[in-house]
């Protein structure tokens, strides 16, 4: 993930280098303008992402190792977060336009936010197996307020 992170950010200041490239020679009208929006919205939504997920990750692991159910139960909300995130990253994907490397940039981003998703939806089976060490039941948490 890490590794990746390092691509992503290198992607960033590259799109946002050339976004600025663009607005400057061509005088860029509301279609190239979109093309340029674009590709910020969706770096910006996977950065969140990734960014969401790492602190999951760091809480499912202190959630366990201290056994933790309130802690554990807490991933669920933002576990939705990042559900939203990788919505609104294929929903900013689709709009890219017809540049075909746009395009398959923004492919791969799609494909990056859903392996964060799974990153994120295991975070929320280690607080499940959290919540079963502690009480002794197996519950699948789908809300806070499922388990008060």
Known sequence: MVAGDDR????????????????ARECPVAG?????AAPLDIIRCVERMAELVRSQVSQAEQAFDTRDVALARELVG????????????FGRAVEVGDDLEVREWAMLM???????ER????????????????IGLF?????????A
Do not use: G, Y
Request: proline fraction near 0%.
């Open 119 to 134: 990153i994120a939806e295991n975070t929320v089976f280690i607080a499940e197996q959290t919540v079963f060490i502690v």
């Open 8 to 23: 992503i950010n290198r992607r960033d200041r590259e799109t946002h280098e050339d976004a600025l490239s663009l607005l």
């Open 139 to 147: 519950r699948e948490i789908e809300s806070a307020a499922q388990l």
């Open 32 to 36: 190239d303008l979109r093309l340029v």
């Open 110 to 116: 799609i494909l990056v936010a859903r392996c964060l």
């Open 78 to 89: 933002r576990d939705s977060e990042v559900n939203r995130l990788e919505r609104e990253v």
